[in-house]
Nanobody, 123 residues
């Protein structure tokens, strides 16, 4: 059974940093596409970053390129999202998501996701 547990969210000032973690169980990271999407109140889901299952390549939304970095520790079956230079518009609930079939181009439609972790960027 696929389980994803996110942690690391919180309140941070603009320009600050946070690192989100996603502990995965019930499957092995190597074989699944896995990434992060976010959803702010009243807005649609936005794919943020993703590891492709085919070749391990990474995807970033234009809005976070150069500021966010996705990484993973296969030994710990954990994926991370390092978020730097945070902006108020990054405020959202961040979800870790995975899928056995879909690719990173449809990250927001992945079939399994965790409970989410709140990130609030405010002074």
């Amino acid at each position: 059974q696929v389980q994803l547990v996110e942690s690391g969210g919180g309140l941070v000032q603009p320009g600050g940093s946070l690192r989100l973690s996603c502990a995965a169980s019930g499957f092995t990271l190597d074989y699944y596409a896995i990434g992060w999407f976010r959803q702010a109140p009243g807005k649609e889901r936005e794919g943020v970053s993703c590891f492709s299952s085919s070749d391990g390549s990474t995807y970033y939304a234009d809005s976070v390129k150069g500021r966010f970095t996705i990484s993973r520790d296969n030994a710990k079956n954990t994926v991370y999202l390092q978020m730097n230079s945070l902006k108020p518009e990054d405020t959202a609930v961040y979800y870790c998501a995975t899928d056995t079939v879909l690719g990173c181009d449809v990250l927001i439609d992945f079939g399994s996701w965790g409970q989410g972790t709140q990130v609030t960027v405010s002074s």
